[in-house]
């Protein structure tokens, strides 16, 4: 019995040795096609922004801002932007780099009572972020790896500062 035990291992074994050796060693896999991106730079990112698309699969974007939408204004100089969430006004810490961006972190909010769940779910697509660009119709879309999941239109009437916040001169030293 152990003799054709053992006899049924070993040809197990082979025939397996030979699946496994018609296995290539390396897969060839196609990349992702790239979108032609050009490079935006952070003077255009500055001003006043507002929502006009929001991935979510659930409700439709009218349904989630139904009185208004949320807005953003960026400040490159300090690396912050300040904005209304539709229902609250918040402030945001931002790291930027060539077309990254991610929120580090936030730096005050409101706590007004909101309905239903539009505020929640246009901070958690703000965090998720990490690339921007502006388009040539001026469309400023965030993507969180291919997927694109915000774009906002520039407002025209942002020649201040809607939060009364003042900007100061970003000191960097030389070196970094």
């Not at 989630?64 to 609250?88: M, Q």
């Not at 918040?90 to 005050?108: A, P, Q, R, W």
């Not at 239109?153 to 970094?176: R, T």
């Amino acid at each position: 019995m152990k003799k054709l035990f053992s006899i049924w291992m070993v040809l197990f074994f082979l025939i397996a040795g030979l699946g496994f050796s018609q296995i290539p060693d390396t897969i060839e896999v196609e990349p992702f096609p790239e979108k032609s991106k050009k490079t935006t730079s952070q003077k255009e990112l500055e001003g006043l922004w507002e929502l006009s698309y929001i991935y979510d699969k659930f409700k439709p974007f009218d349904e989630l801002f139904p009185d208004k939408k949320p807005t953003l204004y960026f400040d490159t100089v300090n690396k912050t932007a300040f904005g209304h969430t539709g229902c609250n006004i918040f402030s945001i810490l931002t790291y930027l780099e060539g077309n990254g961006i991610d929120v580090l972190g936030f730096m005050g909010m409101t706590e007004k009572l909101c309905e239903g769940n539009g505020e929640d779910i246009f901070l958690t697509v703000l965090k998720s972020a990490h690339t921007f660009e502006i388009d040539e119709e001026g469309t400023l879309s965030f993507s969180c790896g291919n997927l694109e999941i915000m774009k906002m239109k520039k407002l025209e009437n942002d020649n201040n500062n809607p939060f009364e916040i003042p900007k100061i001169m970003a000191w960097i030293p030389v070196g970094f």
